[in-house]
Nanobody, 127 residues
């Protein structure tokens, strides 16, 4: 059973930056496709960013493209989400998810593709 844990959320002013981290267990972490999603009250879960197991391929949702960067350190079993120029509309609970893919160069943007989820970390951006 893969365990996924996010950390690094908090309160930040608009225009500021925050980095989220996500640790996943398992000896084959470098084969896991990983993704970040977020949810705000009353709204469906929203895709934020995804990265392939090898780290060679990434994808971003339109609202965060150019401001957020997903990366991974396979030696440490960790992925990161660097969030810059934060806006109040980025306020949400952010979730990390993992999936063992067929191809280590594949990423997934649908939450239904992922097998394991973290408990979420709150990000609040004040105006």
């Amino acid at each position: 059973q893969v365990q996924v844990v996010e950390y690094g959320g908090g309160l930040v002013q608009a225009g500021g930056s925050l980095r989220l981290s996500c640790a996943a267990s398992g000896p084959t972490f470098d084969t896991y496709a990983m993704g970040w999603f977020r949810r705000t009250p009353g709204k469906d879960r929203e895709f934020v960013a995804a990265i392939s197991g090898s780290g060679s391929s990434t994808s971003y949702a339109g609202p965060v493209k150019g401001r957020f960067t997903i990366s991974r350190d396979n030696a440490k079993n960790i992925i990161y989400l660097q969030m810059n120029t934060l806006k109040p509309e980025d306020t949400a609970v952010y979730y990390c998810a993992s999936k063992l893919p067929h191809n280590i160069n594949t990423y997934y943007t649908s939450g239904y593709e992922y097998d394991h989820w973290g408990q979420g970390t709150q990000v609040t951006v004040s105006s």
